[in-house]
């Protein structure tokens, strides 16, 4: 019986990204999980794409962004579980938001927990937290 029909795991090269992307193949090969997407979101905040070298900037975001997903999505296929790709530029919590908003098939989201002090996470916030306070879906922080 598949609790969760379609996951969304959001991934960056971490280790903690590596634990959650283990969790789900787990999950997936006992039967809780039916299909999964792989998201990375790289951070384009830093990027003015009006300007010419920043293009290429942007070049090697996508290219690092698609280097992280065919590694996860190696990782499932060793385990024999199969995987949809997406990557998108911009603010990460935003953007795992706006995936989950814009496609209601989705029913759970698995990202990692990212160790960051309290100074920083009282600054910034941490992307899992405002992912977890904000997701209408359930969200499952792999440590």
Do not use: W
Not at 111 to 125: A, H, P, T
């Amino acid at each position: 019986m598949t609790v969760f029909t379609k996951v969304l795991i959001a991934v960056d090269d971490s280790e903690q990204s590596r634990r959650a992307v283990e969790k789900a193949a787990e999950m997936a090969l006992n039967g809780f999980i039916g299909s999964i997407d792989l998201l990375n979101v790289y951070n384009t905040g830093d990027v003015d794409i009006t300007k010419l070298h920043n293009q290429e900037r942007l070049d090697e975001l996508r290219s690092e962004s698609l280097r992280i997903l065919k590694m996860y999505e190696g990782l499932l296929k060793e385990k024999g579980v199969d995987c949809t790709l997406k990557r998108a530029g911009g603010d990460p919590a935003s953007l795992v938001l706006d995936v989950v908003d814009n496609n209601k098939e989705y029913d759970l989201i698995i990202m990692g927990s990212r160790r960051i002090n309290k100074f920083q996470e009282l600054v910034f916030g941490s992307v899992s937290d405002k992912v977890s306070r904000l997701a209408p879906i359930p969200v499952l922080i792999v440590k």
